[in-house]
Structures are given as C-alpha cells and as structure tokens.
C-alpha cells in the first residue's frame, strides 16, 4: 500500500500561471482533504470531500478549486497563481466514519514568483 | 471559530527525560483528539489518538484528555533525540459536515538533546 502520494513534489510557477497538484490515495477511505502549511500559520484546510461527489470549502478556499475525480483521487487547482499561494501543500484522507483519524501525504512544495 | 492552542515551545529536554506536550480546544462537542509528529520538511505523521476520558498508552507515548478541562496533552517518556520533532495537536468538528474536518493547533517544536 502507497497510501497518499501526490504530484508533483516540487514545482516552481511565475505569477499567473496555473496547474493542478494531484492527490491519490489506495486505502479505499471515504473523505479527502487539501492543506497548505506557511510557517508560523500551521496546517489550514483549503477545501476537503467527505464523500465521492461532494466538496466543501475550508478556511482558505479563495484562488483555489477542486476535483473529486473519483473516490481515489482529489486534485487541487491553482487557476492563476499568486506569490501569496507559495506555501506547502498537503493531501489527505480519513475513511470518513467512526475516529475521523487523517494520513498525510508527502506535500507538494510550490514557490510562486 | 474553533480554537485548537498549544504552547509554541520550543520545548527542550535532555535524553531519558519526560517531554510533557500540552493542548487546548474551545469545542465542547468534540469528541475525536489526535497528535501527530511533523519531523522538518516531511508530512505530519498519526502517533496517537484519544476519544474518551482518561490515559491512552501506546509504547513511549501517553495521551491524557480531559473533557471538562478541554485539554489534551501527550507524554513522552524516555525522550530520544529521534523524537525531536514538531508535535501538531488536532481535534475533529461537533456536528454535521464538521465531523471529519480536523483543527489543528499551531504545533510544539520539541528538542532532545544528548
């Protein structure tokens, strides 16, 4: 088992351009979750689905959408990238049901210029 | 607005020592308490979590929660330098479509020096 992984790892956009960070998880959990964490701000929710064919927005949604593209995979969509966006970003999962307990994955590191 | 706090740190002890990390929650309705461990630039890792009152043991590590107090903390025993690491607190929403959501607090960074 994988569990979460993402893609890309690290990737480096110029201001106004966009791109998708994937996430894709294989322990066939119910609810998946997008974070970003700046220093000294700790992880911020940005938009999460409890459930294939639903989304819901987090704290931070604005200048991001999301795809629950199937109960695998959630993607995160940057349509026109900000330096305010630079930041590390986070998937995850819980099975949505009973302890709420969450994985991670490995992050995707983003500067934007 | 659901608040999850933590002392800052950073937390220093020597090896062998008892680290004591400490968390609060302005939700009264939660019900699901979690601490993970975020080593610098890696993914926030599940170490523990706690649902009813009262000391949860798993090896080296001791959740303690207090749901009249709103507080959780996490007890390291016999600390090793491996355990230096940035310990994030988090507790699940109350109602509805905040079950699963998580709070998280803004993380303990802890030393432990040899």
């Known amino acids: 088992n994988a569990g979460v992984t993402q893609t890309p790892k690290f990737q480096v956009l110029k201001t106004g351009q966009s791109m998708t960070l994937q996430c894709a998880q294989d322990?066939?959990?119910?609810?998946m979750y997008w974070y970003r964490q700046d220093p000294g701000m700790g992880l911020r929710l940005i938009y999460y689905s409890a459930s294939e064919g639903t989304t819901d927005k987090g704290e931070v949604p604005n200048g991001y959408n999301v795809s629950r593209l199937n109960k695998r995979e959630f993607s995160l969509r940057l349509e026109s990238a900000a330096p305010s966006q630079t930041s590390v970003y986070f998937c995850?999962?819980?099975?949505?049901?009973?302890?709420?307990?969450?994985?991670f994955g490995p992050g995707t590191r983003l500067t934007v210029t | 607005q659901k608040e999850v706090e933590q002392n800052s740190g950073p937390l220093s002890v020597p090896e062998g020592a008892i680290a004591s990390l400490n968390c609060t929650y302005s939700?009264?309705?939660?019900?699901?308490f979690f601490w993970y461990r975020q080593y610098s630039g890696k993914s926030p890792e599940l170490i523990m979590f706690i649902y009813s009152n009262g000391d949860k043991e798993d090896g080296r590590f001791t959740a303690q929660l207090n749901k009249a107090s709103q507080y959780v903390s996490l007890l390291i025993r016999d600390s090793q330098p491996s355990d230096s690491a940035t310990y994030l607190c988090?507790?699940?929403?109350?109602?509805?479509?905040?079950?699963?959501?998580?709070?998280f607090g803004r993380g303990t960074q802890l030393t432990v020096w040899p």
């Open positions: 322990m066939n959990h119910n609810s």
């Open positions: 939700d009264r309705g939660s019900q699901s």
């Open positions: 988090a507790v699940n929403g109350d109602r509805g479509s905040t079950l699963g959501r998580l709070y």
């Open positions: 995850a999962s819980s099975s949505g049901t009973g302890g709420y307990e969450q994985y």
